[in-house]
């Protein structure tokens, strides 16, 4: 069995935070960044969840609301979380560290799952542009190895056309994306 590690390039760590609840027996490491500080805040709180003191403090955190505010909701997330708690287990790596992808990654090695958001709407600064969608798929390759796998989450309206990296699969929900990429030289 392998133990990958896993790769944001953007965002507040949710889906690296689910994939590690659903599958804490596969992932040995997650590295996330992000550009913005206040972003690596959210992930580091998300990602904590996957470790048992992170899950803990979570934990005693719903008791006290559900103790002051007497909540149904409080006591269903008190629950959840303490059957969360099985799944989570110490020797998970977890990095959370500032970067801008735009600007060129520097990582351990590479990683075998690239898990990415693409900035878009009224929200970020990069306007999504295809240089700059190309500048984007240069600097993630990069780091990448040529069995790396890279999943990207954008708006409809994003396209990515880059020589170098091999479209595999796509899945559209609502207003979103996910299209799934390997380096172009595996062919």
């Not at 760590?13 to 490491?29: F, H």
């Not at 099985?86 to 898990?115: H, K």
Request: net charge negative; glycine share 10%.
């Amino acid at each position: 069995m392998s133990f990958p590690s896993t790769t944001a390039a953007a965002g507040g760590g949710y889906s690296l935070t689910v994939l590690g609840l659903l599958n804490p027996e596969r992932i040995a490491r997650i590295w996330a960044s992000d550009i913005d500080p206040e972003m690596l805040k959210v992930a580091g709180k998300n990602l904590s969840l996957l470790t048992p003191a992170g899950m803990a403090a979570r934990l005693d955190q719903l008791k006290g609301l559900y103790e002051q505010f007497q909540k149904p909701a409080h006591l269903e997330a008190i629950q959840s979380a303490g059957r969360l708690m099985g799944r989570v287990r110490e020797n998970i790596e977890l990095r959370v560290f500032q970067a801008d992808v735009m600007a060129g990654l520097s990582l351990d090695g590479p990683p075998d799952i690239v898990i990415t958001d693409l900035p878009y709407g009224q929200m970020v600064d990069w306007n999504g542009g295809q240089g700059d969608l190309n500048r984007f798929m240069d600097s993630l390759l990069a780091v990448s190895g040529p069995e790396t796998v890279i999943a990207v989450c954008m708006n409809k309206a994003q396209k990515i056309a880059y020589p170098g990296a091999k479209w595999l699969d796509r899945e559209t929900v609502g207003k979103r994306k996910f299209e799934i990429y390997i380096p172009s030289n595996l062919d």
